[in-house]
């Protein structure tokens, strides 16, 4: 999995209750991307980052922020949880956001929201 | 919205039989990606194609792409059961700013490959 971890790997939480999911890459990559992948839907960008503090929203981001304080860590945060965010999350880095680079995916953390 | 869309959705063939799935997709595209995953697992890249090329080879998988179709083909040559897994095209859209390029990926084609 190309240096990703994410953890926690699975994760059960009560609605409106806080998640914080982390993804951490030993590659020092610039770009790192939060998806979530939902059966009948594929896989949907949420954020990405582009640089240390430099985050933008991808299609999906209502009810999830992000942060970005170091160049290994790129945090996911639902603030207040909803049974509509129960999905699997994967984490992805690229070493450039520009054109003809593949990004490499991290194990995934499966969330489910009661 | 989904930029790229498989087909079929799922596919079943014996061991050593070829399997070809196609990727359609909207707007144009600088390239397109096809993905692997596992079940349970993160995907993994497969090969890249850029859009001035018709057609790509890597080991046993033949990607060819029509731009004046918008259309991709993968195929995978003498099948084994551990290609069994989902497959994924991806294609790349730019942001607001046109300097930071995107993945949007289809739902996939489950590829079931029997022994």
């Known amino acids: 999995d190309a240096g990703i971890t994410q953890s926690p790997r699975h994760k059960v939480t009560e609605t409106g209750t806080p998640v914080t999911l982390r993804c951490h890459q030993t590659?020092?990559?610039?770009?790192m991307y939060w998806y979530r992948q939902d059966p009948g839907h594929g896989l949907r960008l949420i954020h990405y980052?582009?640089?240390?503090?430099?985050?933008d929203k991808g299609e999906v981001s209502d009810g999830y922020s992000v942060s970005r304080s170091k160049t290994e860590d790129f945090l996911l945060t639902l603030e207040s949880a909803t049974s509509s965010q129960t999905s699997v999350y994967f984490c992805?880095?690229?070493?450039?956001?520009?054109?003809?680079?593949?990004?490499?995916f991290g194990p995934g953390t499966r969330l489910t929201v009661t | 919205s989904q930029q790229g869309e498989e087909d079929p959705q799922a596919l079943s063939i014996q061991e050593g039989e070829n399997a070809t799935m196609n990727c359609s997709y909207k707007?144009?595209?600088?390239?397109l990606q096809w993905y692997r995953q596992n079940s349970g697992r993160g995907l993994v890249h497969l090969i890249l194609?850029?859009?001035?090329?018709r057609e790509k080879h890597s080991g046993r998988l033949r990607v060819t792409l029509d731009t004046s179709k918008k259309s991709s083909s993968l195929l995978i040559t003498a099948s084994r059961a551990a290609d069994t897994a989902s497959y994924f095209c991806?294609?790349?859209?730019?942001?607001?700013?046109?300097?930071?390029?995107?993945?949007?990926f289809g739902k996939g084609t489950l590829l079931t490959v029997n022994p």
């Open positions: 992805a880095i690229s070493s450039s956001g520009g054109r003809s680079y593949e990004q490499y």
């Open positions: 590659e020092n990559h610039r770009y």
């Open positions: 980052s582009y640089g240390v503090k430099d985050t």
């Open positions: 707007t144009s595209i600088n390239n």
């Open positions: 194609i850029r859009s001035n090329e």
């Open positions: 991806a294609t790349d859209v730019s942001d607001s700013g046109g300097s930071n390029y995107k993945l949007t």
